[in-house]
Every structure is written in structure tokens, then in C-alpha cells.
């Protein structure tokens, strides 16, 4: 039972244009929202994250969106570059636990 | 160093061996997190520790698999008779306070991985 889906496994974007990736959850404990992008052979990198008190958050190129009432969050990458071209990774975090709870990955390939 | 680091960065065994993998988070971050990414999968949960103790293993998928921060930096993630579905990516992360204070959770910075493959 996925708790956070990206449904979109692969996106592809003309560079300067904008990138939107999606995300839904299903866990209404849920209470803070990041992005991850990932390059291969590397670790996931923190990119942006939103608290559910919010419904928008935004640094430089990139903002996201978050829909309480629909679960559901989007980043926004504007305008795209060749090297935002990578794996992003939505993840939920709520309650006392330590652990986030990440969706599929969806790939981002930025074209020149 | 500057980041997390992860030895080895590749582990080929075979089945029914028994593996350690290392993680060395940021200096000075009392949590550490491991982490498994299959293919095709976001990283999945494994073990949360907070210093020395483990404040929730709740992802260990069975009782091969174990955890140590002995002295609540260095963590070895144990697997004991491994099994062809245990080949995966495991990361591990770390936070400088982590979770369970009330609000949300620090930053959660990863190292590379550790590719395992069983054979």
C-alpha cells in the first residue's frame, strides 16, 4: 500500500521551459513534505520541503505546491536546465517516527 | 569529512553469507538512518537510530537483518545469511537532532549507497 505515489514514472522537458513533477499521498498524518533528486551512483540530495501549514514554498529556480485537500504537492522547476535532468524523489514525514516515506521517483530528462 | 560516507561502495556476495555495510554520518548528527532502495523503488525505511540506541526499527524486513551505532556515530547495518532478494541499494542518512521533538523532522542528508548483490 503506497503512502506517497508518483504516478509519472519519466518526464521530458525542453531546457528553459518549466518542469512540473507530481506527487499524491494517502497518509493525512502526514505533516511535512520534501524533494530529493537524485543522480546515479550518488545519494539522494535534499532539494525543497514544505510544511503542511503551508500551501506554497519557494527557493530560486524551484517552488512547491501543496493541496491538503487533494494530498496533493508539485514542484515546480523554472526555467529547467540541463542539469536539473535526474531522479525526483517526493517524501512524506509525520508523527514521532524517524523515517520518511518516499514515493517511486519520477525521471526528469532536461533536453538542450 | 564534509558529508556521509558509506564502505563499501560495492558488495558482491554469495547466498547465505553474512555482510556488514558501514555508514560514517556528518560529525556532530545524533540521528542515522538506513535505508534500502531497490530498483525501480524510493528508498524504504529500514532503522532509525537516535545516539546509540535504535529509536525504530519497525522497517527491518526479518530477523537477519540487525543494526549497531555503538557509540553513536559509526553504524555497521548486519545481514546474516543473505538472500537473493536482499540486493539492493542501502543508504544511509543522518540529521542533526532528528525526529520525536515535537515538530518535524531535521534534514535528512544521505550518502552514496551501497550496492549489494547477492548471488
Known amino acids: 500500500d503506497q503512502q506517497v505515489k508518483q504516478n509519472s514514472p519519466s518526464l521530458s522537458v525542453q531546457e528553459g521551459r518549466i518542469s512540473i513533477l507530481n506527487c499524491d499521498y494517502t497518509n493525512s498524518m502526514f505533516d511535512y513534505f520534501l524533494w530529493y533528486k537524485k543522480y546515479p551512483a550518488e545519494g539522494p540530495t535534499f532539494l525543497i520541503s514544505?510544511?503542511?501549514?503551508?500551501d506554497k514554498n519557494e527557493d530560486g529556480r524551484f517552488t512547491v505546491f501543496l493541496n491538503k485537500s487533494a494530498k496533493h504537492l508539485s514542484l515546480h522547476i523554472v526555467p529547467s536546465q540541463p542539469g536539473d535532468s535526474a531522479v525526483y524523489f517526493c517524501?512524506?514525514?509525520?508523527?514521532?517516527?524517524?523515517?520518511?516515506?518516499f514515493g517511486k521517483g519520477t525521471k526528469l530528462s532536461v533536453k538542450p | 569529512g564534509a558529508g556521509v560516507s558509506q564502505t563499501p561502495s560495492n558488495k558482491v556476495t554469495e547466498k547465505g553469507k553474512y555482510v556488514e555495510l558501514r555508514c560514517d554520518p556528518i560529525s556532530g548528527h545524533t540521528a542515522l538512518y538506513w535505508y534500502r532502495q531497490s530498483l525501480g523503488q524510493g528508498p524504504e525505511f529500514l532503522i532509525y537510530?537516535?545516539?546509540?540506541?535504535?529509536?525504530?526499527d519497525s522497517g527491518l524486513p526479518n530477523d537477519r537483518f540487525f543494526a549497531v551505532r555503538p557509540e553513536g556515530s559509526v553504524s555497521t547495518l548486519k545481514i546474516q545469511r543473505t538472500e537473493r532478494g536482499d540486493s539492493a541499494v542501502y543508504l544511509c542518512?543522518?540529521?542533526?537532532?532528528?525526529?520525536?521533538?515535537?515538530?518535524?523532522?531535521?534534514?535528512?542528508?544521505f550518502g552514496p549507497g551501497t550496492r549489494l548483490t547477492v548471488l
Open positions: 537510530f537516535q545516539g546509540t540506541g535504535a529509536a525504530d
Open positions: 542518512a543522518s540529521s542533526l537532532t532528528g525526529s520525536g521533538q515535537g515538530y518535524y523532522t531535521d534534514t535528512q542528508y
Open positions: 514544505i510544511s503542511s501549514i503551508k
Open positions: 517524501a512524506g514525514y509525520g508523527g514521532s517516527q524517524g523515517n520518511l516515506i
